[in-house]
């Protein structure tokens, strides 16, 4: 029932303008022609009036409109006293916006989706039990929230209960339910699965996690594409050629204003002010739904025509968490099981990507539970923690050809862990895809050059790489590729991408951990790390662009056809306005493809 009435919300002014042609054809019947003709001029002028004075607007800020050539034939039909037509125009100009206001919404339906998942209150934690709600954006950093099974956790922040468990899919893409532990991290858009925790604020609403993804959205909303203002150069084109052939039906027609009317019908220029937003934001909307955010509108059409795709490789190619390959006892004084038990007790809470994998490594091993007092994580340094009053310190070994932690007991290594960063399972198939398609691939990695190598070896021969690159030298190698005329997109996932993520023409990042400073400057932000993602968003790219034309250059050359059989007498006005109304909605419904 709400549905129905919004429907008729949205449509009410197409509505009372059918209402009324009725009434004026019953006046007309009825021989009634000065009443019929006053109803004619009020439903003409209240189906456009948006018209004329967004019009007005664009003069006003020396701006040129799509839509004159649509006043100039309402006022040609007002002039002659062909107010049936008149009505008939307005109605085909006011159901086009209703319908283009409509297929906008429709098409931003589910990034608003995304916005909803949060909720609007939280409990909060208040002498040990569930206290009062309050509104989100009340509450402070440093507050303890109540999050029930089953919710979404609304703010970031760190756990305050011994444990938990949670389902961060919906923001990194990953199918798997994640343990937690008292002082670990939990990010906001993430669903509490477990039972109920109490989580310590970390970060207030605006500078949430899940709050960025909504700016990013909000933004991509809002943004105008240049093949928008492109299709504002073709409605100079097609105005042009509109005069041309209204001028020649009227010299032809011996002066005849009706037969210039009939051309001026069909000459309205919809599918260039209506197609091309609604399929670029259909393209956003199925992007979404795949977990892709596009920021810029520009970034579909600028990554239809990319040629050449340059890649971050740890987290993008690879799977950017190491795994431990080798475990190994440099000295007899420590029992293997409970050394790794301490490693795992110390590397618990770190968010290094080592760190992770020592602790994974550690709980599929016969490791010792271990309590280590007094940890400490120096940026650069390392993670220690004491144990029976001796310091166990972990922490970076130099090695060429590999990633390795060393294990130290009051400084003397007793133990090493080695690592290798896999390749994603789906990244040879990938990668030859793209090259398959043509595109120029490139890899930038600081990683070292044997290392890089070693896992381009097993992607193909046709990749130049680039290794030990810093941000500097990335930005410079895709300043490079843009100098020989490529179309540049750089795919990464890392702060020291961000400089070659903004210089390339199109830049996409894989977010899985808080956003960083490498998806404020991408276009285009992958939630999570399937590599599958880059094809995805390609095709849709394509796709919609290809879309976009075709409903400007289809909706056009029919429209011109229309104009010329109008001119030759084939087609009187009424007629014309009636087919002018069938091109738009066919223009419409082909753009709302881009949505599926």
């Known amino acids: 029932m709400n549905q129905k009435v919004s429907l008729l919300q949205t449509f009410r002014i197409p509505l009372i303008i059918v209402i009324g042609i009725n009434v004026y054809l019953f006046l007309q019947f009825s021989k009634l022609d000065e009443a019929a003709a006053a109803v004619g001029i009020f439903i003409t002028l209240l189906g456009s009036f948006r018209l004329f004075v967004e019009s007005y607007r664009s003069l006003l800020k020396k701006q040129y409109a799509l839509d004159y050539i649509a006043i100039l034939a309402i006022l ?18 006011s159901s086009g916006r209703t319908l283009e206001d409509y297929g906008v919404a429709q098409a931003k339906k589910s990034l608003t989706k995304l916005s909803e998942r949060i909720p609007d209150e939280v409990h909060l934690w208040q002498n040990g039990e569930m206290g009062q709600r309050i509104k989100i954006e009340n509450v402070k950093k440093g507050t303890e929230i109540y999050i029930r099974k089953g919710e979404v956790v609304g703010l970031d922040g760190t756990l305050v209960s011994d444990g938990g468990l949670t389902d961060e899919s919906s923001i990194t893409g990953e199918p798997y339910t994640i343990d937690k532990i008292k002082g670990d991290p939990i990010r906001s858009g993430t669903i509490n699965i477990g039972n109920p925790i109490v989580v310590k604020v970390l970060h207030e609403q605006q500078d949430s996690t899940y709050n960025k993804i909504l700016q990013m959205v909000k933004s991509a909303q809002e943004e105008k594409s240049p093949f928008i203002r492109l299709a504002g150069k073709y409605s100079g084109y097609f105005t042009v050629i509109t005069l041309l052939i209204t001028a020649f039906s009227y010299i032809y027609s011996g002066f005849d204003l009706t037969r210039a009317l009939a051309v001026l019908a069909i000459a309205t220029p919809c599918p260039l002010i209506i197609a091309t937003p609604i399929a670029l934001l259909g393209g956003v909307n199925l992007a979404s739904k795949k977990r892709m955010i596009v920021k810029k509108l520009s970034g579909l059409e600028v990554l239809a025509n990319a040629t050449a795709i340059i890649f971050d490789k740890t987290g993008t190619i690879t799977l950017g968490r190491p795994k431990v390959t080798e475990f190994k006892l440099s000295s007899e004084e420590i029992d293997r099981d409970i050394l790794l038990g301490i490693a795992r007790a110390i590397e618990r ?16 091993q016969k490791s010792e539970n271990v309590i280590v007092s007094d940890i400490e994580e120096k940026i650069g340094h390392g993670i220690s923690g004491t144990v029976d009053h001796k310091v166990y310190t972990l922490s970076k070994l130099d090695r060429q050809n590999g990633m390795a932690i060393g294990v130290f007991a009051n400084g003397k290594q007793i133990a090493h862990f080695e690592f290798e ?16 398609r043509g595109f120029d691939i490139r890899i930038f990695t600081g990683d070292k050059k044997e290392a890089a190598e070693k896992i381009v070896k097993s992607l193909g021969e046709d990749i130049q790489i680039k290794a030990e690159a810093t941000p500097e030298d990335k930005q410079k190698g895709i300043a490079e590729l843009k100098k020989q005329g490529k179309v540049t997109a750089m795919v990464g996932d890392g702060i020291n991408d961000a400089p070659a993520l903004a210089l390339s023409d199109v830049g996409m990042v894989f977010s899985n951990e808080e956003q960083t400073a490498a998806s404020e400057a991408a276009d285009i932000v992958f939630l999570g790390g399937d590599f599958s993602l880059v094809i995805e968003c390609l095709n849709i790219a394509k796709r919609t662009i290809a879309i976009a034309k075709q409903s ?25 306005a009636f087919l002018q109304e069938g091109i738009d909605v066919a223009v419409i419904i082909n753009a709302l493809r881009a949505s599926r």
């Open 421 to 436: 960063d896999e390749i994603k399972d789906e990244s040879k198939e990938i990668i030859a895809d793209l090259i398959a």
């Open 552 to 576: 400007i250059f289809v909706g056009i050359g029919v429209s011109i056809l229309g104009m010329v059989f109008a001119s030759l007498g084939f087609i009187p006005p009424i007629a014309g």
């Open 349 to 364: 809470n770190s968010l290094h990507p080592l760190a992770k994998a020592i602790v994974g490594y550690a709980n599929s």
């Open 76 to 93: 040609v039909a007002l002039v002659t006293q062909e107010y049936l037509v008149a009505a008939i125009l307005a109605l085909m100009i």
